[in-house]
C-alpha cells in the first residue's frame, strides 16, 4: 500500500461508491491494509487472506473453484476492495470472476494493481495489468468499468493518456522534456514504439460495478 492508494481508497468513500459490507483481500498481517479508512466511515470490513492471521475474518484463496469461495465466505458484500494482489495471482482473471460472484447486484469492486513496478515478491510477481485489460474484462463480463475512477495514480484520468484508441503511460514527472523529444524523434522516424520515458511507479486504480 502507498499513500495514494489510501487517498484512493478515501476518494471513494467520498463519493459513495463503498458499501457495508466491504470485504479486503490480501490483508496479510495487517500492516498496510483500508481497515481503519473503512471502519472509521461506519462500514462494516471483513478481511480475507490465504493464510490464518489476527487480520484474517476469512481465509479464503480467490484462485479456487467458484463454489469453494462462495462456500468460505458464506454472504455476499457490497464492496470488495482488492488492492495490490491481481499482481502476485497467476490467474487474476479467476480472482477477479470469484469476486464478481460475491458482490451484490450494484456492487462495487475497488482495484489497484502496478501497471510499470520493480519485481517485489510476496510472495511472486506474476503480472502488470494495463488499461486494456480492465477494459476488456468489464465487456467480457458485461459489467461498468467508471470512468470517473480509472485513473494512473497519482497522476491523472486514464483517459488523458489515450489517443485515437491507442493508451500511453505518462512520461516520467522528472522527465518531461526529454519525453516529448524522444516521442517527437521516433515519431519523424518511424520508431514510435521505442524511446518513450516512463515513470519507475505507475499503478492503475479502478471501480468495477457488477450488473442488476
Same mark, same amino acid.
Given at each position: 500500500?502507498?499513500?495514494?492508494?489510501?487517498?484512493?481508497?478515501?476518494?471513494?468513500?467520498?463519493?459513495?461508491?463503498?458499501?457495508?459490507?466491504?470485504?479486503?483481500?490480501?490483508?496479510?498481517?495487517?500492516?498496510?491494509?483500508? &481497515?481503519?479508512?473503512?471502519?472509521?466511515?461506519?462500514?462494516?470490513?471483513?478481511?480475507?487472506?490465504?493464510?490464518?492471521?489476527?487480520?484474517?475474518?476469512?481465509?479464503?484463496?480467490? #484462485?479456487?473453484?467458484?463454489?469453494?469461495?462462495?462456500?468460505?465466505? &458464506?454472504?455476499? $458484500?457490497?464492496?470488495?476492495?482488492?488492492?495490490?494482489?491481481?499482481?502476485?495471482?497467476?490467474?487474476?482473471?479467476?480472482?477477479?470472476?470469484?469476486?464478481?460472484?460475491?458482490?451484490?447486484?450494484?456492487?462495487?469492486?475497488?482495484?489497484?494493481?502496478?501497471?510499470?513496478?520493480?519485481?517485489?515478491? $510476496?510472495?511472486?510477481?506474476?503480472?502488470?495489468?494495463?488499461?486494456?485489460?480492465?477494459?476488456?474484462?468489464?465487456?467480457?463480463? #458485461?459489467?461498468?468499468?467508471? #470512468? &470517473?475512477? $480509472?485513473?494512473?495514480?497519482?497522476?491523472?484520468?486514464?483517459? #488523458?493518456?489515450?489517443?485515437?484508441?491507442?493508451?500511453?503511460?505518462?512520461?516520467?514527472?522528472?522527465?518531461?522534456? &526529454?519525453?516529448?523529444?524522444?516521442?517527437?524523434?521516433?515519431?519523424?522516424?518511424?520508431?514510435?514504439?521505442?524511446?518513450?520515458?516512463?515513470?519507475?511507479?505507475?499503478?492503475?486504480?479502478?471501480?468495477?460495478?457488477?450488473?442488476?
Amino acid at each position: 500500500m502507498t499513500l495514494e492508494d489510501f487517498a484512493y481508497i478515501r476518494r471513494c468513500v467520498a463519493d459513495g461508491l463503498v458499501g457495508s459490507p466491504c470485504l479486503e483481500l490480501g490483508v496479510g498481517n495487517g500492516e498496510w491494509t483500508c &481497515k481503519d479508512v473503512i471502519r472509521s466511515a461506519g462500514i462494516e470490513y471483513v478481511g480475507t487472506d490465504t493464510f490464518e492471521s489476527p487480520e484474517t475474518d476469512i481465509v479464503i484463496d480467490f #484462485q479456487g473453484p467458484p463454489e469453494t469461495v462462495r462456500a468460505a465466505a &458464506k454472504r455476499t $458484500f457490497r464492496t470488495v476492495i482488492c488492492f495490490n494482489v491481481l499482481e502476485h495471482c497467476f490467474e487474476p482473471i479467476r480472482v477477479l470472476d470469484n469476486i464478481l460472484g460475491l458482490l451484490e447486484p450494484h456492487g462495487t469492486c475497488i482495484i489497484v494493481a502496478p501497471t510499470i513496478w520493480p519485481l517485489h515478491d $510476496f510472495p511472486r510477481d506474476c503480472y502488470r495489468m494495463n488499461p486494456n485489460f480492465y477494459e476488456e474484462y468489464a465487456a467480457r463480463r #458485461q459489467v461498468r468499468l467508471l #470512468q &470517473k475512477m $480509472f485513473d494512473y495514480l497519482n497522476v491523472g484520468p486514464v483517459s #488523458q493518456f489515450c489517443e485515437k484508441g491507442q493508451y500511453a503511460y505518462p512520461p516520467a514527472t522528472s522527465s518531461q522534456w &526529454k519525453g516529448l523529444w524522444s516521442r517527437c524523434v521516433h515519431r519523424v522516424l518511424n520508431t514510435t514504439g521505442r524511446g518513450h520515458v516512463t515513470p519507475n511507479y505507475l499503478a492503475i486504480g479502478c471501480v468495477i460495478e457488477k450488473s442488476p
